[in-house]
């Protein structure tokens, strides 16, 4: 009888252990869940124009650019919206092959009545496995002043939306506006020459000091790309801002300058 008993009490208290360990177990299966998912949302990618500033007149070109950092991507919607009584979009958008499928694209007598340009790229279906990632240029286009005055005005995104190609998740954005500056005063400095006025040369993208801004630069750039140079390095003029990256920025300062003469 008391075998019994005890044999029952045994019974009960392996059940009480199960129970007690099985609720530890779950809760940290929540919240590994809980973790991942907070690990996915870190993965920022940036949307941006290049440059991020314009003087006009005259027109500019600008380039709509992504970096994914290390997502590749499958699917992006971008809706940007601007003030069409102080600019306007000259001629059609020119969306690279970077994703293939257009699926919307706005034609420039939309973007121009609407002030909004709106484009939906996707993945085809034959690049699955070679889905774009890191820094894509989305397409390009040019803006002119659709003012007689001095004004200013914003390209903003007011739509971002950016899928993995591996998954159906969306990626969160961070997107900066482009600021246009509409100035009637005659520019100085058109003709192409920009002086340094006791700046070092390469602050204006000519690495190699040469005096003008051209591929050679370019291509320093490029070879030094992502890298931090130290102090003395053979291109540390590369990191063309100072920052301690040769990064995008960099590229930027290079793509406004190029083929220009440096005094
Ligand atoms: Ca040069
Ligand atoms: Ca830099």
Redesign the pocket.
Not at 206 to 214: A, L, Q, R, T
């Given at each position: 009888m008391s075998f019994r008993l005890t044999k029952k009490k045994v019974w009960i208290g392996l059940s009480l252990l199960i129970i007690s360990l099985a609720i530890p177990a779950t809760l940290l299966l929540l919240k590994r869940n809980t973790d991942t998912r907070t690990g996915a949302e870190t993965e920022l990618a940036d949307v941006f124009f290049l440059p991020e500033t314009a003087t006009l007149p005259p027109g500019q070109q600008v380039r709509l650019m992504i970096d994914s950092k290390q997502i590749p991507l499958g699917f992006v919607q971008l809706d940007i919206s601007f003030d069409n009584t102080k600019v306007k979009v000259k001629d059609e958008l020119a969306i690279t092959d970077t994703l293939k499928n257009v699926i919307r694209k706005s034609t420039n007598a939309e973007m121009n009545s609407n002030g909004m340009i709106s484009i939906a790229l996707g993945l085809s279906p034959d690049d699955k496995d070679n889905a774009p990632q890191g820094v894509i240029e989305l397409a390009t286009f040019t803006i002119e002043e659709n003012s007689t005055e001095n004004a200013a005005a914003m390209f903003q995104f007011t739509k971002t939306q950016l899928v993995k190609a591996t998954e159906p998740v969306e990626v969160l954005v961070n997107s900066k506006p482009l600021t246009v500056t509409i100035s009637k005063q005659t520019p100085a400095g058109t003709g192409g020459t920009t002086n340094t006025s006791g700046l070092s040369?390469y602050k204006y993208g000519?690495?190699?000091?040469?005096?003008?801004?051209?591929i050679?630069?370019y291509s320093i750039l490029f070879d030094n790309f992502g890298k931090q140079l130290a102090a003395g390095h053979q291109f540390k003029k590369a990191d063309i801002n100072d920052d301690g990256t040769v990064n995008i920025l960099d590229y930027s300062i290079l793509f406004d300058n190029f083929g220009k003469q440096?005094e």
């Open positions: 040369r000519d690495i190699n000091e040469d005096g003008v801004v051209n050679l630069d440096i």
